[in-house]
């Protein structure tokens, strides 16, 4: 099985290369958003000193940091396989001995992330050369811890976007659902602003759903800014939603499945 996955990582490490222009495409919707959240905000803080405590530093630091978690555990599984079921091409993948989403679509989305980051690291060194954030707060142990969190935030990422793909069995307009389910990523997840400046009920709430351990747990994980009940908490969520979300994926794939048909399948 490691051989499988070997010989899937070179031939989509290969084929993300023949697409530079998605990659361009890709890193600047991934780089404007947060720029964008990163300018008004610090704009608010330096007019008022200081947003619900959140000092200019805390601004910058924290959608820095959004930038590179953001890469790491977003998931394009929608993108990679949605259309393969709307025209039947996924019959193909069905008749290759190795699950289609688990094997092929995985290491295409670890083999996008990779390249994107590549590419990434260089644009994000040279925002802290013209910002100069304070990332003082950040130690060897607090980046060790949010490796696991990472890992963790991806992998029911992943598996929630490959279960939402799954809907494309049922209905061809899963990616109108795609957007609304963003919709409430982006809400939950820390990405549009700390949650620390969410209404307390969506604080409370965003406690108990996946989507903060997408983005906002690592992040604060990495700067230092959580205490040792909430990263326990932090990571029990991490292996519950992981072990649900892998769950639910099997049982809508089964299901799925069994309305299945393509044009010479």
């Known amino acids: 099985m490691l051989r499988i996955y070997q010989r899937l990582w070179q031939v989509n490490w290969a084929e993300q290369w023949q697409y530079r222009a998605n990659l361009l495409m890709y890193l600047m919707y991934w780089l404007v958003s947060p720029i964008v959240y990163l300018a008004v905000w610090t704009t608010v803080a330096r007019t008022q000193g200081s947003v619900n405590g959140l000092t200019v530093n805390d601004f910058m630091t924290y959608y820095l940091t959004l930038l590179i978690v953001d890469n790491l555990t977003a998931d394009i599984t929608i993108h990679l396989l949605g259309y393969k079921i709307q025209d039947g091409t996924l019959s193909g993948e069905l008749l290759k001995p190795v699950h289609p989403i688990l094997t092929q679509t995985l290491v295409n989305n670890l083999a996008f992330k990779a390249l994107t980051v590549m590419v990434l690291i260089p644009i994000w060194l040279g925002l802290c050369l013209l910002l100069r954030p304070d990332f003082g707060a950040v130690t060897l142990s607090s980046l060790l811890l949010s490796i696991p969190a990472v890992v963790l935030g991806f992998g029911i990422n992943f598996l929630m976007g490959a279960t939402l793909t799954c809907v494309a069995f049922w209905t061809t307009r899963v990616y ?76 809508v794939w089964r299901a799925g499945l069994k309305r299945f048909s393509a044009v010479g399948a």
């Open 176 to 251: 109108s659902i795609g957007e609304l389910y963003w919709a409430i990523i982006i809400l939950f997840s820390g990405q549009f602003v700390p949650l620390d400046l969410m209404p307390s009920f969506i604080q409370r709430l965003a406690q108990f759903l996946p989507f903060q351990l997408f983005k906002y747990f690592p992040i604060q994980l990495i700067l230092g800014r959580l205490s040792t009940p909430v990263i326990v908490h932090g990571f029990i969520m991490d292996v519950v939603w992981f072990g649900l979300a892998l769950a639910l994926f099997l049982t």
